[in-house]
């Protein structure tokens, strides 16, 4: 039976399924390499303290090193006893170098030390999610700068409402996306906020230099500023979990007007092979089964963030071990979160679009609103003129045929001013050119969208 790195005041056993129950090995194994660091930094600031000795202090670094090597060629071995990823780091470490091993812990704690690694790793994901975000918003410029010229129907409560661009719907999504980059932008100081020094709850008696841990570790956030709350705080996990519900919300509404525009009834899209499924039964199918599954996945990194929330919500001050709770939520929703924006950047990057599809799906009852503003430029006022378009769309209905059918003569028994004219409005093109302003329809308007958006990417 392995001693305890705990157990100098207890004299009975664990239970063999508290044993288990307690463990987050499994799990917080992931972060061997961050555990190893935040350790090497603070032997370290033990040295520089005077706690250790320069030699003391290489003899741990090194033998850590050794760990960092077995972690990673897949020869560390765990064994019974091995709690959690800290716990197993300083039982090897002991066994590699000796007593001195035990020294590492002086005035630390594993409240602060899990705070540290978890920060130190979640930040290092950050990174690698803002990387594949900024990879998908580019694919998402080229493409609508290639494909500006498509038109589209564009939809409001999923009936045809105006003429837009194929890339002005693209520029849409990537601009939710561009507000998700700056939210993460934004919080990735405090997730990278050091809590080492802050010991279990009250601070550090031998006087670690924080700042210098700070510096060693790329803690780009700076220290923790209270060390109850050091030990205390998750909410730099509430926000990452904020941050990909977000996200993930966006992709999923982007996801399901995909998954609409491939219907057979639209046609507007067909996903490439690469992304798509068959059915085991119906030999025509093409099933968008990727975007489905961002859509589906979508719930799932909600329902971490209701979990995490719900964990951290009732635990009083400073550490309780609910929060080892987190750590599998956390871990889930990263991969989730990753793989649904590689994904979704395939699928963009590949999707085929028909616009001969997309042109059959714009009616010319999508014009009713241009034909209503051809009177207001006569200077009706807009609430009648809307009136008055809604009176033609009507007779048009009532004739069974097409509002642009509908002859001047026909027009003019509606209103006077109506007049040769008329006939400009029957332009989709012209629809989507009129809207020139900021963020309109234009293709000048969409090509400066995504100008800006590439010039934001470059300045990131
Ligand atoms: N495995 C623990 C966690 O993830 C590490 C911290 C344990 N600290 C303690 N005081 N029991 O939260």
Redesign the pocket.
């Known amino acids: 039976e392995p001693k305890k790195l705990w157990g100098g005041r207890f004299t009975g056993k664990t239970d063999p399924l508290m044993e288990k129950f307690n463990e987050?090995l499994p799990f917080?194994k992931r972060m061997w390499a961050e555990d190893i660091r935040g350790s090497q930094a603070y032997a370290k600031a033990l040295a520089k303290c005077g706690i250790l000795t320069q030699q003391e202090a290489s003899t741990l670094v090194e033998g850590l090193s050794k760990i960092h090597t077995e972690w990673l060629e897949g020869t560390f071995i765990i064994k019974k006893g091995d709690?959690?990823i800290?716990t197993a780091n300083e039982r090897r470490l002991t066994e590699l170098v000796g007593t001195v091993g035990g020294k590492l812990h002086t005035g630390r704690?594993?409240?602060d030390?899990?705070a540290t690694d978890t920060r130190l790793w979640l930040y290092g994901q950050l990174v690698i999610i803002r990387e594949a975000l900024q990879e998908l918003i580019d694919v998402a410029c080229d493409r609508s700068a290639a494909e500006v010229d498509v038109l589209m129907p564009g939809f409001t409560h999923l009936q045809p409402a105006m003429t837009v661009r194929w890339s002005h719907w693209v520029m849409c999504h990537t601009s939710a996306w561009q507000r998700d980059d700056m939210r993460l932008r934004d919080l990735m100081p405090r997730v990278a906020t050091l809590p080492l020094g802050s010991g279990?709850i009250a601070g550090n008696p031998f006087l670690v230099d924080r700042q210098f841990l700070a510096k060693e570790l790329g803690m780009i956030g700076g220290v923790c500023p209270n060390s109850m709350d050091a030990v205390s705080d998750r909410d730099f996990v509430l926000e990452f979990a904020f941050f990909s519900s977000v996200l993930m919300v966006h992709l999923s509404r982007w996801a399901e007007d995909l998954i609409i525009y491939s219907s057979g009834q639209f046609g507007f899209v067909q996903c490439s092979d690469a992304y798509a499924t068959g059915s085991s039964l119906m030999p025509q199918k093409k099933n968008p089964d990727a975007l489905e599954l961002i859509r589906g996945k979508a719930g799932r990194v909600q329902g971490s963030m209701a979990g995490l929330l719900a964990v951290v919500k009732g635990t009083p001050t400073t550490?309780n071990?609910d929060?080892?709770e987190c750590?599998e939520m956390m871990y889930d929703t990263v991969d989730t979160v990753y793989d649904c924006i590689r994904i979704a950047t395939g699928v963009l990057s590949t999707i085929k679009i028909r616009q001969d599809r997309m042109l059959a799906g714009l009616s010319a009852d999508m014009l009713a609103t241009d034909l209503a503003e051809y009177l207001v430029r006569k200077g009706l006022p807009f609430r009648e003129t809307h009136h008055i378009s809604g009176a033609a769309v009507k007779m048009a209905e009532d004739r069974g045929c097409k509002l642009s059918d509908l002859t001047v003569t026909d027009l003019k028994t509606i209103h006077p001013l109506f007049g040769e004219d008329v006939t400009q409005v029957w332009d989709f093109n012209r629809s989507a050119e009129m809207r020139d302003t900021e963020g309109g329809a234009s293709k000048r308007s969409v090509l400066e969208q995504v100008d800006k958006m590439r010039s934001y990417l470059v300045s990131e």
């Open positions: 987050s917080d709690e959690d800290h704690s594993r409240n030390q899990v279990a550490y071990k929060f080892q750590w």
